[in-house]
Every structure is written in structure tokens, then in C-alpha cells.
């Protein structure tokens, strides 16, 4: 369930609130049964235990009789207030309706039992809350040898295609890996990984901006908006008059949170957030710099490898050139990695048909351009994250095995270039001097 923080202390394995004397004399004899104490079974309903979890610990199995609401789907969302993540919930009530007992297994509550209970129904339902609560701490083992895989995508300049990248490797870690995966947008207020996927955005990042301390597995589980089995989107499309205000905090426990339920995120980090929330990127495996081989995209790309040194100095960086034109290039892929002093480890070829019908369909990229160069570039892109590409061409392989020559500081004879290449374009009549 989801609550606050709230400073550790020991939990009860088992506790009870039972509205009516059988009732609860049926529970208490389940309950010594099985090991439990039978003191920590008594009178009160949904309202007595709302209010009594929330001065204590939770239990580890909960027992709550409904019978005293009104509107149990309404109230039950108090319980969650209160009770700790990982506490199992039985209900009982008196409703037989099918939809009320759905939608209390969608909340989050274990199993709903239809009074009068039988003893045989309670021992059941108490030993199978007992086995939940048991099953985690037995796949603990398997989960803690899978390696969870975080990544952050930035743009070294608006406009070069970071989002389309972050949303087309989401997208193929999600269906041709079917990897477990998260994408986390962090532009609040103009981020474009759930139109990518043609989706409403919701408000789950806005509220885990708002409120940290209610992130946790429930929390996630009910905020993000499920692409397809395996991917999950975590987004929002704040109002323009409101400000992000935040320490940070909030997307450190979502990269936490994130860990413990995919195996991999990938994160859409715009520059701002990334400059201001350096704790971000550095809780990263890997981040991937997306940028255009231009004047501009040289010296930010420049800036920003010098950035990440310093404030993420254990992630990875692969340098990725977009929408790459062998023919049409405003520098020279020599020329950028002599000025960047690395070298460019992917190009993503330009395919204006594929993203224009990637735009049209609310798909990404790497769906809409399936069978082309574009999208063998970004599958051999997603294998690199994961370090098992080879070495190979510009045609959208990768060149890992050697490590960039270096060469010296070169923007200066770029600038210079930039401004012939300007010359040449102009027209004749505009090169004439005035007379």
C-alpha cells in the first residue's frame, strides 16, 4: 500500500479489524491457528484501522472489515494513506458485487471475502496473504542477479532529436528485447514521449513532483501509462504558469523506485533539468548524447562531455550524430571529431518519410521505419547500451573497439569554415561590393 515516510519500526506480523463479535470471534480463532496472536484482533472497521495505522507500523497481513462503509471503493483510498508499502490487505464486507470485489484487487487489496466468513475461508485467505508476503523475499535472490539498465538521452541542442532516440529505444527494448522498461520524461511542461506513443500524458510526474514521499511501488504502478506488456511511461504536461519546484528529490526516488521494478530506464532528460539536478545523470550507467554535425552541435557537444566529466564521472557517454547526411553535412565527421576530441560512436541516418509517418500514426520512429537503414541504426544503438555492439561502419554501426585519436582544438578553423561555406552560398549579385 502507499503512506509517508515514516521512521522504521517493528511490525506486527498479523492484525485484524472486525466490526461485529462472531466475526471477529471466527478471526481470533483463525488467527491462534495460525500462529498469530489473537489480541491483535479487534473491534473496528475500515475507520478504526485508518486511524490506528496511522500513529503505528503496519502490519505485515492486514484483516479490515468494510461493513462500515458507505462507500468502500472511496474510503479505502484512506487506508492507502496510511498503510506501509508491502503490508498484504484482506477485506471483508457484506456487498456481493462483482465489480466492487475487481475493484479492490485493482487498488491494491489482496483478497475480499463476502460475510458471513467460514472459518475454512479465513484460515485460506490469511495463509495466502501469508504466502504474498512471503513470495518476494523468495524471488529476492533471482532480482538482485538482473542488472538493471539506466540510461539517460540528452540533446546537445533543441531540435536534434533527442525524444524521437529516447522514445525508438524504449520502444525496441520493450518489444524486440522485451525487456521490462520504464521511460521517464522529465520536461515537464513540453515533453513528447506520450504523444511518441499516442497517449494521454496524465499527471503521475507532476504528482511525484509535488508530494515525494508518496513515491513507491504503488505509486508507480498506478502513475505510469502502459505502451505495450513491457513498457511503462512516466510524463506530464504541467500548466505553463506552473514552475518546476522541486530539490530533485522526487526524480532520484523515481530512478530508485525504477530499479526495483524494470530492468531497464530510460530517461528523456532535457539540458535544464540535467544542469540543474546533477544527481540525475549520475545515477546513470549511460548517457547518450544526441547531436547534429554542425558549428553549434561541435562546441555543445564539447560543453557538455566537459560537463559530464565533472558531474558524472561513472557513466558511459556514446555520442550519437542525427539525422546524419553523408552528402549534406555542415562539418565534416572528421572535422567534428577533431574539434570534440572523441569521436562520434553512431550516426542515426536521416529518413523524412519514416519520421513523418512516425508523427502521423503516434508511433515511434523505430516502428514507423522498420526494414530500413534508419531503423538498423537504432536497433545496433540499443544493443550498444548494453556494450555488445561491435565495431563496424557509419552506416549506422558502431566504431567502439578503439579509443578517439586525439587531435588539437580545432573551432577556431571550423568557425573560419563555416563562414566560407556561408560565403559560398550567397548569391553573385550579393558578393559584389557596393560602389
Same mark, same amino acid.
Given at each position: 500500500?502507499?503512506?509517508?515516510?515514516?521512521?522504521?519500526?517493528?511490525?506486527?506480523?498479523?492484525?485484524?479489524?472486525?466490526?461485529?463479535?462472531?466475526?471477529?470471534?471466527?478471526?481470533?480463532?483463525?488467527?491462534?491457528?495460525?500462529?498469530?496472536?489473537?489480541?491483535?484482533?479487534?473491534? *473496528?472497521?475500515?475507520?478504526?484501522?485508518?486511524? =490506528?495505522? =496511522?500513529?503505528?507500523?503496519?502490519?505485515?497481513?492486514? !484483516?479490515?472489515?468494510?461493513?462500515?462503509?458507505?462507500?468502500?471503493?472511496?474510503?479505502?483510498?484512506?487506508?492507502?494513506?496510511?498503510?506501509?508499502?508491502?503490508?498484504?490487505?484482506?477485506?471483508?464486507?457484506?456487498?456481493?458485487?462483482?465489480?466492487?470485489?475487481?475493484? !479492490?484487487?485493482?487498488? *491494491?487489496?489482496?483478497?475480499?471475502?463476502?460475510?458471513?466468513?467460514?472459518?475454512?475461508?479465513?484460515?485460506? =485467505?490469511?495463509?495466502?496473504?501469508?504466502?504474498?508476503?512471503?513470495?518476494?523475499?523468495?524471488?529476492?535472490?533471482?532480482?538482485?542477479?538482473?542488472?538493471?539498465?539506466?540510461?539517460? @538521452?540528452?540533446?546537445?541542442?533543441?531540435?536534434?532529436? #533527442?525524444?524521437?532516440?529516447?522514445?525508438?529505444?524504449?520502444?525496441?527494448?520493450?518489444?524486440?528485447?522485451?525487456? &521490462?522498461?520504464?521511460?521517464?520524461?522529465?520536461?515537464?511542461?513540453?515533453?513528447?514521449?506520450?504523444?511518441?506513443?499516442?497517449?494521454?500524458?496524465?499527471?503521475?510526474?507532476?504528482?511525484?513532483?509535488?508530494?515525494?514521499?508518496?513515491?513507491?511501488?504503488?505509486?508507480?504502478?498506478?502513475?505510469?501509462?502502459?505502451?505495450?506488456?513491457?513498457?511503462?511511461?512516466?510524463?506530464?504536461? =504541467?500548466?505553463?504558469?506552473? &514552475?518546476?519546484?522541486?530539490?530533485?528529490? #522526487?526524480? @532520484?526516488?523515481?530512478?530508485?523506485?525504477?530499479?526495483?521494478?524494470?530492468?531497464?530506464?530510460?530517461?528523456?532528460? &532535457?539540458?535544464?533539468?540535467?544542469?540543474?539536478?546533477?544527481?540525475?545523470?549520475?545515477?546513470?550507467?549511460?548517457?547518450?548524447? @544526441?547531436?547534429?554535425?554542425?558549428?553549434?552541435?561541435?562546441?555543445?557537444?564539447?560543453?557538455?562531455?566537459?560537463?559530464?566529466?565533472?558531474?558524472?564521472?561513472?557513466?558511459?557517454?556514446? @555520442?550519437?550524430?542525427?539525422?546524419?547526411?553523408?552528402?549534406? #553535412?555542415?562539418?565534416?565527421?572528421?572535422?567534428?571529431?577533431?574539434?570534440?576530441?572523441?569521436?562520434?560512436?553512431?550516426?542515426?541516418?536521416?529518413?523524412?518519410?519514416?519520421?513523418?509517418?512516425?508523427?502521423?500514426?503516434?508511433?515511434?520512429?523505430?516502428?514507423?521505419?522498420?526494414?530500413?537503414?534508419?531503423?538498423?541504426?537504432?536497433?545496433?544503438?540499443?544493443?550498444?547500451?548494453?556494450?555488445? #555492439?561491435?565495431?563496424?561502419?557509419?552506416?549506422?554501426? !558502431?566504431?567502439?573497439?578503439?579509443?578517439?585519436?586525439?587531435?588539437?582544438?580545432?573551432?577556431?578553423?571550423?568557425?573560419?569554415?563555416?563562414?566560407?561555406?556561408?560565403?559560398?552560398?550567397?548569391?553573385?549579385?550579393?558578393?559584389?561590393?557596393?560602389?
Amino acid at each position: 500500500m502507499n503512506a509517508p515516510w515514516k521512521p522504521a519500526a517493528p511490525r506486527d506480523p498479523f492484525a485484524a479489524f472486525l466490526c461485529d463479535d462472531p466475526t471477529l470471534d471466527r478471526v481470533r480463532s483463525a488467527a491462534v491457528e495460525l500462529g498469530f496472536a489473537s489480541e491483535k484482533c479487534v473491534r *473496528g472497521g475500515l475507520r478504526s484501522a485508518v486511524q =490506528a495505522l =496511522a500513529v503505528s507500523a503496519s502490519p505485515a497481513i492486514l !484483516l479490515v472489515d468494510l461493513s462500515d462503509c458507505s462507500d468502500p471503493l472511496n474510503e479505502i483510498n484512506a487506508l492507502a494513506e496510511v498503510c506501509e508499502p508491502g503490508t498484504v490487505v484482506v477485506a471483508l464486507g457484506q456487498a456481493n458485487d462483482v465489480r466492487l470485489y475487481r475493484a !479492490l484487487i485493482a487498488s *491494491g487489496i489482496h483478497d475480499y471475502l463476502l460475510k458471513p466468513v467460514a472459518a475454512d475461508q479465513l484460515l485460506e =485467505a490469511i495463509s495466502g496473504a501469508r504466502t504474498a508476503l512471503l513470495a518476494p523475499r523468495a524471488a529476492a535472490a533471482a532480482e538482485a542477479e538482473r542488472t538493471h539498465n539506466a540510461i539517460a @538521452v540528452v540533446g546537445t541542442r533543441g531540435g536534434v532529436g #533527442a525524444s524521437t532516440i529516447a522514445a525508438s529505444l524504449a520502444w525496441l527494448a520493450s518489444t524486440a528485447e522485451g525487456s &521490462p522498461t520504464a521511460l521517464l520524461d522529465l520536461d515537464v511542461h513540453f515533453g513528447t514521449a506520450s504523444l511518441a506513443f499516442d497517449l494521454e500524458p496524465g499527471r503521475g510526474l507532476a504528482d511525484a513532483i509535488e508530494t515525494p514521499s508518496r513515491i513507491d511501488g504503488l505509486f508507480i504502478e498506478r502513475a505510469m501509462i502502459r505502451a505495450n506488456e513491457n513498457l511503462a511511461i512516466l510524463s506530464s504536461e =504541467a500548466p505553463l504558469s506552473t &514552475p518546476l519546484a522541486t530539490d530533485g528529490s #522526487a526524480f @532520484v526516488q523515481l530512478q530508485d523506485e525504477f530499479r526495483q521494478a524494470f530492468a531497464r530506464t530510460i530517461i528523456d532528460l &532535457p539540458r535544464s533539468v540535467m544542469l540543474n539536478f546533477p544527481q540525475v545523470p549520475a545515477r546513470t550507467e549511460l548517457v547518450v548524447l @544526441v547531436t547534429e554535425l554542425t558549428l553549434a552541435g561541435a562546441r555543445d557537444t564539447i560543453r557538455i562531455l566537459a560537463w559530464l566529466r565533472a558531474n558524472a564521472p561513472d557513466a558511459r557517454t556514446l @555520442v550519437v550524430a542525427n539525422r546524419h547526411q553523408q552528402t549534406h #553535412a555542415e562539418i565534416a565527421r572528421s572535422e567534428f571529431e577533431s574539434t570534440i576530441e572523441g569521436r562520434i560512436e553512431h550516426f542515426v541516418p536521416l529518413d523524412t518519410k519514416a519520421a513523418v509517418a512516425a508523427a502521423k500514426l503516434g508511433q515511434t520512429l523505430a516502428e514507423a521505419a522498420k526494414g530500413t537503414r534508419t531503423a538498423a541504426a537504432l536497433a545496433t544503438l540499443l544493443a550498444a547500451t548494453r556494450g555488445t #555492439a561491435a565495431a563496424d561502419t557509419e552506416g549506422g554501426e !558502431l566504431l567502439l573497439d578503439q579509443p578517439a585519436a586525439r587531435s588539437p582544438f580545432a573551432m577556431k578553423a571550423l568557425l573560419a569554415r563555416g563562414r566560407q561555406l556561408a560565403a559560398a552560398k550567397m548569391p553573385a549579385a550579393a558578393k559584389v561590393p557596393a560602389q
